[in-house]
């Protein structure tokens, strides 16, 4: 792998050390160039009880690796949670900087009533 990917993972692996503690279902974000995605994993960390992604039906359309595409997630996979039952969450970036893409995943999830 390369440094920037290993010291993201480093990162990543910190910070979820924390949100164990917390002992809440997590909302792990992951994004690459062209998509984003967006899943809530249980606190034990063994079952996906949300996923979300740009590669949904209803999102496929339009661009999506740009901010606008991420704010759709988050608004779907806070609607989705609720449907789960899920109303607080830790907000995993997966090493990523909070700016961009990640925060606007982020507020959007917040506006969708999911507490973080």
């Known amino acids: 792998m390369s440094k920037k990917k290993d010291a993201r993972l480093k990162r990543a692996r910190r910070g979820r050390k924390h949100m164990l ?13 062209r998509h984003i995605y967006a899943q809530i994993i249980s606190a034990s960390g063994d079952s996906v009880q949300a996923a979300a992604s740009t590669l949904d039906k209803s999102l496929r359309e339009g661009a999506t690796g740009n901010i606008e595409g991420a704010s759709k997630v988050g608004k779907l996979i806070a609607e989705r949670a609720k449907e789960a039952g899920v109303e607080r969450v830790a907000f995993d970036r997966s090493g990523y900087k909070y700016h961009g893409r990640v925060k606007a995943l982020a507020e959007a999830a917040r506006e969708g009533g999911l507490q973080f």
């Open 21 to 33: 503690d917390l002992a809440v279902p997590r909302l792990c974000v992951y994004r690459s160039p």
